[in-house]
């Protein structure tokens, strides 16, 4: 097993992108611009990838280049781009897991909205599942914090997993590494 503390993009990538390459099309914060213009360049690749593409390599790299450099510029406080907390892979069987941890504090005053409300419907299910003597549904619902933050983790981690499934086709990976979340 190889085990990486907090790896860029460029290590978890397999280096096919620059160092620079990856801090441009991989960071750490992304915005509504960048995300829409990041999905061009995905489209792009997968039209490249089909057979029904009559483009020449050269004028994919040109087409798919010319996508890259529309993406807004990085931040200038964003010198190491998107990194996980931990790498993991199994070299004989390629099998990889990427980890990245949140911790939320549900209690915080920008949380407590919708945390008495899930509380509040959490306490009225019992109060009714009781009643009519059945097992409550939403006893071990998450906190909707909880949610969001892990939502906005895996929206976050989804173009690394993108590009490392393409290297799977591309038989550049045995498998395409499984991103675990943890509250």
């Not at 976050?156 to 591309?170: C, G, I, M, P």
Request: aromatic share 6%; with cysteine; glycine share 4%.
């Amino acid at each position: 097993m190889a085990v990486r503390v907090e790896p860029g993009a460029y290590e978890l990538l397999l280096g096919d992108l620059s160092k620079t390459e990856c801090r441009r099309i991989f960071p750490k914060k992304a915005s509504a611009d960048y995300t829409k213009k990041f999905q061009a360049v995905i489209d792009a690749l997968e039209l490249a990838a089909s057979p029904a593409c009559a483009m020449t390599e050269e004028q994919k790299g040109i087409h798919l280049q010319s996508l890259i450099n529309e993406l807004p510029r990085v931040a200038e406080d964003d010198r190491t781009g998107l990194r996980i907390d931990l790498a993991i892979e199994h070299k004989l069987t390629g099998e990889a897991r990427w980890v990245d941890v949140t911790a939320t504090h549900t209690g915080s005053p920008s949380y407590a909205d919708g945390e008495i409300k899930a509380v509040a419907r959490r306490q009225m299910a019992a109060c009714i599942s009781s009643m009519m003597d059945v097992l409550d549904p939403n006893k071990m619902d998450p906190s909707p914090a909880l949610v969001a933050r892990e939502t906005v983790k895996f929206q976050k981690y989804a173009r690394l997993l993108h590009v490392a499934s393409k290297q799977v086709t591309e038989g550049k990976r045995k498998k395409t590494p499984v991103f675990l979340r943890w509250r």
